[in-house]
Nanobody
Framework: QVQLVESGGGLVQAGGSLRLSCAAS????????MGWFRQAPGKERTFVAA????????YYADSVKGRFAISRDHGKNTVYLQMTSLKPEDTAVYYCASTGDIYGDITLKGSYDYWGQGTQVTVSS
């Protein structure tokens, strides 16, 4: 059974930084893409960033390009989301996700079959 556990969320002032972590278990983690999504109150869950199994390719939503960076550590079975220059509109619950479909579009939430419980990120103005 695949388990994804996020950590690292919290309250930060605008312009600040946070690093989210997602520890994975129960799957041969290293061969599958991983993604981060977020959901603000009353809104749909949307794509933030994704990374291929090798880490050689990364993808970002336009709203976070240049501010967020996704990375992975195969030895620790962990994927990270480094967030800088945070804005109040980044406030949301952030979820990591794992997909077994290595050929699908990893920017789409429908491509993912396992999700973490989420971690709250709140950016104050």
């Amino acid at each position: 059974q695949v388990q994804l556990v996020e950590s690292g969320g919290g309250l930060v002032q605008a312009g600040g930084s946070l690093r989210l972590s997602c520890a994975a278990s129960g799957r041969t983690f290293s061969i599958y893409p991983m993604g981060w999504f977020r959901q603000a109150p009353g809104k749909e869950r949307t794509f933030v960033a994704a990374i291929t199994w090798s880490g050689g390719n990364t993808y970002y939503a336009d709203s976070v390009k240049g501010r967020f960076a996704i990375s992975r550590d195969h030895g620790k079975n962990t994927v990270y989301l480094q967030m800088t220059s945070l804005k109040p509109e980044d406030t949301a619950v952030y979820y990591c996700a794992s997909t077994g479909d290595i050929y699908g579009d990893i920017t789409l939430k429908g491509s993912y079959d396992y999700w973490g419980q989420g971690t709250q990120v709140t950016v104050s103005s």
